[in-house]
């Protein structure tokens, strides 16, 4: 007999085995063009050669100058490190300026936020329609991994929050060597694992011990630590074809029930997280992903790929995410396989999320009222917010490049100054 699960909304739903219908890879293209869920093509062969140039030019230069502030705050780290921080934080508040930017003007989305009631009263929805999110200062965020761009979607959410110069992500080692990128991702703090874990562990101590600190310069936040929203992707890798046999493969192994909508988690990265930084982060947050219309059995990677998404006008219709949160205190980290069953049985519960949303075009939503995630006053239930990504002004979109442009605008003055001493001292 297949077991149940309770759903958050009190459903209960069967495991179907986890075996879905396969498609082929000389499938994936044809079936990308008939049955996209982002609807046909908008955007002919010229015009889609327009907008990647357009957006190759936007985004290469504005990653150029954000990389240029960053080698400008550079020498604050050598006198006072307050400063310095403060500086890297504004800079990755630029980047997350320069995502929601290239989303709205390449690849318009509608955002469908709901959640539990664990974070009742800190998701709402303003009179502009924009989301207002109210969570911690430092907090972990674990989420499903479904496309390479997942992150965008979680860094805007950040930005809701005021939170955006703050997200700290996990990433592969090889992503620290692409040319700019790279090395500003490093500025950022960002921490760069090989998966190999007596390589990474010493190194995954450290960074997160820094994580720990605490500075009193600009944007450091309200606490005695240091502002920080931790993503890590217990899964791994995004779903995909080969993600969805590697997870098979680990459940036959280890005698477990794969899943059918997500990819089993492993335990071990998080765990260490969790650990590491008990006694200053009170609360794991949890976001489940879905894009609308993915058919079972195929791959947002392949539907949602940057062309599709940014050039041909085909974006997702809409990004659906599910919010709820666990007391640290609450999370067996003392017993790694306890943590283990604990993390299993979570990722269970968002693989009936994931099914109830392809039963029904949308997550489950509190909309109840009752005592708010904080405990300190009854409150209701946000339900579904329904709102885009976008910046709040024009003026932000500017900020990206003001460092650099004033510190060019300085150099010129100085130059011309120093021509003009040469000139009256007859050396020039």
């Known amino acids: 007999m297949q077991p149940t699960m309770a759903t958050p909304n009190g459903l209960k739903q069967r495991h179907p085995p986890a075996s879905a219908p396969s498609i082929k890879e000389g499938e994936k293209e044809e079936i990308a063009e008939m049955q996209h869920p982002g609807g046909a093509i908008k955007h002919g062969t010229w015009q889609q050669g ?3 140039l357009l957006f190759a030019l936007y985004f290469n230069g504005s990653i150029v100058c954000i990389f240029l502030s960053q080698l400008i705050g550079a020498p604050l780290y050598f006198y006072s490190k307050d400063l310095f921080y403060a500086w890297m934080a504004m800079t990755k508040q630029h980047f997350a300026l320069v995502s929601n930017c290239m989303t ?4 318009p989305t509608k955002i469908r936020i709901s959640g539990d009631a664990s974070v009742r009263g800190q998701l709402k929805q303003a009179e502009d329609g924009s989301l207002e999110c109210d969570f911690p200062e430092r907090m972990v965020l674990v989420a499903n991994h479904q496309i390479y761009t997942d992150w965008i979607y979680l860094w805007w959410l950040a930005y809701t929050a005021k939170m955006h110069g703050h997200l700290y992500i996990i990433l592969k080692e090889s992503i620290k060597w692409i040319p700019i990128l790279g090395q500003g991702m490093m500025f950022y703090g960002f921490i760069f694992l090989s998966r190999k874990w007596a390589k990474d562990k010493d190194r995954f101590k450290y960074r997160l011990r820094k994580l720990n600190s605490s500075h009193s310069g ?19 890798t995004n779903l995909s074809s080969n993600g969805r046999v590697s997870s098979k493969k680990w459940a036959d192994k280890t005698g477990i029930q794969d899943l059918r909508h997500a990819l089993l988690p492993r335990s071990t990265g998080l765990l260490f997280c969790l650990l ?44 659906n995410m599910h919010w709820r949160r666990f007391s640290t205190r609450s999370i067996p980290v003392d017993d790694p396989k306890a943590f283990e069953a604990w993390l299993l049985e979570r990722w269970r519960e968002k693989d009936d999320l994931i099914e109830y949303y392809v039963q029904n075009g949308r997550f489950p939503a509190d909309d109840a009222v009752g005592i708010s995630a904080d405990g300190k006053e009854t409150a209701k239930g946000a339900g579904y917010i329904e709102t885009e990504v976008k910046c709040k002004s024009g003026f932000e979109i500017v900020q990206i490049f003001l460092p650099t442009v004033a510190f060019g605008l300085v150099i010129n003055v100085i130059f011309k100054m120093g021509r003009m001493v040469l ?4 050396l020039a």
């Not at 600009?218 to 791994?236: H, R, V």
């Open 50 to 52: 327009l907008r990647m």
């Open 104 to 107: 709205e003007w390449w690849a």
């Open 218 to 236: 600009p944007l450091s936040g309200t606490q005695n630590l240091d502002p920080m929203w931790l993503l890590i992707y217990p899964e791994g």
């Open 276 to 319: 590491e930084l008990r006694e200053t982060v009170d609360w794991m947050y949890d976001c489940t992903v879905a894009y609308e219309g993915v058919p079972v059995g195929q791959y947002g990677q392949d539907l949602f790929t940057l062309r599709s998404t940014y050039f041909q006008g085909r974006p997702p219709k809409s990004v």
């Open 423 to 426: 000139r009256v001292l007859h």
